[in-house]
T-cell receptor, first 113, second 108 residues
Framework: EPEVTQTPSHQVTQMGQEVILRCVPI?????FYWYRQILGQKVEFLVS????????KSEIFDDQFSVERPDGSNFTLKIRSTKLEDSAMYFC???????????FGPGTRLLVL | KNEVEQSPQNLTAQEGEFITINCSYS?????LHWLQQHPGGGIVSLFM???GKKKHGRLIATINIQEKHSSLHITASHPRDSAVYIC??????????FGQGTRLTINP
């Protein structure tokens, strides 16, 4: 069964460093999403992406965040200058259309020291 | 006020019991999702509902749009059902707004 994959599974970085989280959505899906979950808290929406552009973003998704689909398969989330409060699990998801089930990747656990 | 409220926050039951988890929301929605999050953190989509009822194996999800309420039921619960169950709403745009989750523990 097709699945969303994410790399790396864990990343430790120093405050102020740039990180890139990578996702490979399901191949025939057209809508892509990033969510994050701070430890012990609920999952929060960051951004949705369709047709090579951001379709919606939350107030969390400020100028230090960016997303890109650099080729036909990868979907990336870049955090330019990480802060301690960026430590969280980051989930990528994809869906075939905007109103269908979203399939989640296994997540990348980011720790900022 | 949270847009999505789940109850209970924690639920412990014995194997075989019938389980009900509730979700209330405060805004108009296009769909409601039930998801399962295992201890390792991975999230699996269980149901997407816009009306009525859906069943998959021992899981049943219902929604009442007028009352802005949904329930997730598990029949003949089993220890492997132990997980966090999350309700999330889609308000017409693509983003999901998540509830806090219900931590379910099924004891053998």
């Amino acid at each position: 069964e097709p699945e969303v994959t994410q790399t790396p599974s864990h990343q430790v970085t120093q405050m102020g460093q740039e990180v890139i989280l990578r996702c490979v959505p399901i191949s025939n899906h057209l809508y892509f999403y990033w969510y994050r979950q701070i430890l012990g808290q609920k999952v929060e929406f960051l951004v949705s992406f369709y047709n090579n552009e951001i379709s919606e973003k939350s107030e969390i998704f400020d100028d230090q965040f960016s997303v890109e689909r650099p080729d036909g398969s990868n979907f990336t989330l870049k955090i330019r200058s990480t802060k301690l409060e960026d430590s969280a699990m980051y989930f990528c998801a994809s869906s075939e259309t905007s109103v269908q089930t979203q399939y989640f990747g296994p997540g990348t656990r980011l720790l900022v020291l | 006020k949270n847009e999505v409220e789940q109850s209970p926050q924690n639920l412990t039951a014995q194997e075989g019991e019938f389980i009900t988890i509730n979700c209330s929301y405060s805004v108009g929605i296009s769909a409601l999702h039930w998801l399962q999050q295992h201890p390792g953190g991975g999230i699996v989509s269980l149901f997407m509902l816009s009306s009525g009822k859906k069943k998959h194996g021992r899981l049943i999800a219902t929604i009442n749009i007028q009352e802005k309420h949904s329930s997730l039921h598990i029949t003949a619960s089993h220890p492997r059902d132990s997980a966090v169950y999350i309700c999330a709403i889609a308000g017409g745009a693509q983003k999901l707004v998540f509830g806090q989750g219900t931590r379910l523990t099924i004891n053998p």
